[in-house]
């Protein structure tokens, strides 16, 4: 009797993995986060911790569709709480460290935003993001760094970019600011190719455009 409690408990939490992947799954697809990013969910196995970390999750980015489109900083906070409950209960998840930094900038805490996305590239969480998921962080943490716009940080920032396009070539936003990079460290060869880069991506990508003939001319 009792091992037929146990199996009955672990069909129970797979279960619920399965239904937490479909939410997740609905609601990048409604929102727009990248899907990538969380597709390893599938492959998680049925751990309690990790069942209820990604119910947190998954509410927590619920929440923070919501604070976007409502521009409300008490729907920000419910989202940062549910984010901190994630990790609490599965800190080697990058997904609730980035769901974190996206509220507490939503708030306007860049700082504490750009300290979330440091754990999220923590050699700790960093291993559950594919190439490009880890490109896709370190766009959205030099983004951050520009603008605090502290010296030292730009230039880590122009590190992160550089990372960034390796890791996610076909981001044409992050040529497009490694090229700004490179054209406010006066490296003007280095900037062309990285705004051709970006162009190459995304034709239509008129500040890119104007930026690579701003080069051509001087």
Known sequence: MEQDDKKAMIRDIALQVVLIVIGVVSFLATHGVPQRLYAKLRNRPPNPRVVQAKRHFVQGAQILAQARRSNSPTLAKQALAEAEKAIALDPK????????SMALDLQ????????????ALSPLAAASLAAEERGDALLKRAELKISLSQRKRVDSALTDL???V????????????LGECYEGNE?????????????????????????LNRLSSS
């Open 93 to 100: 998840d990058a997904a609730s460290h980035l769901l974190k």
């Open 108 to 119: 306007g805490f860049r700082s504490n935003a750009l300290d979330a996305l440091d754990a």
């Open 162 to 164: 550089t990372e960034s």
């Open 166 to 177: 390796k890791l996610s070539p076909r981001n044409a936003k992050a040529w497009r600011l």
């Open 187 to 211: 490296m003007g060869e280095e900037a062309k190719k990285a705004y051709k880069e970006a162009l190459q991506l995304e034709p239509q990508l008129d500040v890119a455009q104007e930026a």
